[in-house]
């Protein structure tokens, strides 16, 4: 998984919305094989609670906290 970046952090920052965190796994297989459509049960979803964040953290640490919350899917 590549690093997040800030504009998630920024998205959440500015809008004060819920993010939702969400991951794609098979996706990765796929590409690789420059595939555009997915076998039947390929790809699994993971999705996450909805999340919240205050006001006053930088959008860089929302953005790690939702990789640490992604990856631990």
Do not use: C
Not at 20 to 47: C, F, N, S, Y
């Amino acid at each position: 998984m590549a690093p997040f970046q800030s504009g998630i952090g920024l998205l959440a920052e500015n809008l004060a919305l819920p993010i939702i965190p969400m991951r794609l796994d098979g996706v990765w297989q796929m590409k690789k094989e420059h595939r555009r459509l997915a076998r039947l049960g390929e790809i699994t979803v993971h999705i996450g609670a909805p999340v919240t964040f205050p006001p006053d953290i930088p959008a860089n640490e929302i953005a790690g906290h939702l990789q640490h919350i992604v990856s631990s899917f």
